[in-house]
């Protein structure tokens, strides 16, 4: 099986660099291009199914590159992190050991941590796996902290500094390959 993996395209948050949560944000003229420079990119992949996270940016990407008319199965498990109370408040401030710690289950302002997340992406991913075969291709639309755990339970990802500093660009696209 193959997961193809692409974070949303950009939002209003990501230009201002501040933390958002699980809202309406819309692509912006940017996010919009840079989904359709994903949708190029795949326009030759043959997708047999097609997940998204159900918040609407996500949606709105899935849309986008959803060049085969597919159904977009909406799943929650795929949403953005619950971040608490670190809404508004800019990336660059962020306690990030706290922000990756796989001990605690929240951070003192609420916010999910990414023991929380793998445990979540993990349910997901079981559950895509025992649901598909060998040849078949998935396409996953999320968000940068779901791409984070699927990046590190694909691999077994166990550096925290490797952890810390990943990040999956709004256009880029993961392709993890799973044998049965």
Partial sequence: MELYVIRHGRVP???????SDRND??????????????????KDVCFDAIYSSNVKRAIQT????????????LDERLA?????GLV??????????????????RTPEGAETLKLG???TKSFLEE???????DEKILIVTHNFIC??????????????????????NDEIRKYVKKK
């Fill in 13 to 19: 948050s990501n230009d201002l660099g501040i933390i």
């Fill in 25 to 42: 944000e819309e692509l912006t003229d940017i996010g919009i291009k840079q989904a359709n420079s994903v949708r190029n990119k795949l």
């Fill in 62 to 73: 899935a849309e986008i590159v959803n060049c085969q008319g597919l159904d977009i199965i």
């Fill in 80 to 84: 953005e992190r619950e971040p608490g």
């Fill in 88 to 105: 508004g408040k800019k990336r660059k401030d962020i306690d990030k050991a706290l922000w990756n710690s796989l001990v605690i289950d």
């Fill in 118 to 120: 793998l445990h979540r």
């Fill in 128 to 134: 895509i796996h025992n649901k598909y075969y060998k």
């Fill in 148 to 169: 984070k755990c699927i990046w590190i339970l694909e691999n077994n990802i166990v550096d925290e500094e490797k952890i810390s500093s990943f990040i999956q660009e």
